[in-house]
């Protein structure tokens, strides 16, 4: 079998088994192509050049060519988590050819990825959320989607794809709920508080206004279905919203790399900050596992700390 066939039987495992996202796809999808990148570049054909990827075969997969690829991607400095999900990726997609009897070296069971480090959370305090939200404009239409924006994530927790997926239907205002689709191709619901919902149902009433003259025809599917839009009427990515968030922590004085990520930090932080369970800001927040979700009561100690040597008189 060659690799390229495997590769697309692997793709369908992972979109109809495993019912991933289409984001994760993908993620996998751009690892395992570098690989078999450099595993064509690496084998030379008759004409001593890269051979073709659709003629290499399953048999050219070892524990060797694995760790060459190690090292060359040592050469990129990518950060800890980029290396930890490229070792993921392809030992997912050797465990995948293992069970399925197309490779018969149990490559997986060599593969010993390196520890996670410690990762340093950026999240805002209550004073500066307040503050970035003051510092935009609503007299202008984008800054009126923007602060719908930036509300809704601080209000839900969501995450940036789930905010750029969202449509009109998963918004429930008269109940104060939206639905997002997230990891593990999963609804969940979340909450919308006074200040979201007031922020979403102005926006909702000057919306299609955003759109540029002809783009409104073109784009009619779109606008009908997804909330946050650009100027021509297609739904606002990723990128786009990490840069509207961004423009706003430095327009607001915010010395903090802060993403959308960030925000839904400070949403799981301020929450436990007020009193909230740990086990439902794991549901809010969509976490599978609870331990992803116990790296706030981390950040909680940690701010008790700064706060006990801050206020109290003997520390003076």
Not at 197 to 218: A, C, D, P, Q, T
Not at 238 to 255: C, E, F, M, P, Q
Not at 266 to 291: C, K, M, P, Y
Request: charged share 30%; net charge positive.
């Amino acid at each position: 079998m060659k690799i390229s066939e495997s590769f697309e039987l692997y793709l369908k495992y992972l979109k109809f088994e495993k019912n991933l996202t289409l984001n994760s796809i993908n993620s996998y999808k751009k690892d395992i192509r570098q690989f078999v990148d450099f595993i064509s570049r690496k084998n030379k054909n008759e004409e001593n050049e890269p051979k073709n990827k659709d003629e290499i075969e399953i048999s050219e997969l070892n524990l060797l060519n694995f760790r060459q690829f190690l090292k060359f991607i040592d050469n990129y400095k990518y950060s800890n988590n980029t290396i930890l999900r490229k070792y993921s990726s392809l030992c997912n997609y050797f465990k995948f050819l293992e069970n399925n009897g197309i490779i018969k070296e149990p490559l997986s069971q060599y593969i010993d990825p390196p520890k996670k480090q410690k990762r340093l959370y950026s999240f805002l305090s209550q004073r500066e959320i307040y503050r970035m939200l003051d510092c935009i404009d609503t007299s202008t239409l984008q800054g009126l989607r923007d602060r719908a924006i930036i509300e809704f994530i601080y209000s839900t927790g969501s995450r940036v794809s789930e905010v750029e997926n969202i449509k009109i239907p998963d918004i429930d205002i008269e109940n104060n709920e939206a639905k997002v689709f997230g990891k593990g191709r999963k609804y969940r619901i979340v909450y919308l508080n006074s200040e979201a919902r007031f922020w979403i149902v102005e926006y909702f009433k000057k919306r299609n206004e955003l759109i540029r003259g002809k783009s409104l025809k073109k784009n009619i599917n779109l606008i009908e279905k997804h909330v946050f839009l650009n100027c021509f009427g297609n739904k606002l990515s990723s990128r786009s919203i990490r840069t509207i968030v961004l423009k706003y922590a430095k327009k607001s004085g915010i010395d903090k790399k802060i993403s959308p990520h960030g925000i839904r930090h400070s949403f799981a932080t301020h929450l436990l900050q007020e009193g909230a369970g740990i086990r439902e800001i794991q549901e809010l927040l969509g976490h599978e596992n609870i331990s992803t979700t116990q790296i706030y009561t981390h950040l909680n100690i940690k701010k008790m700390r700064q706060d006990y040597e801050k206020y109290h008189p003997r520390e003076k």
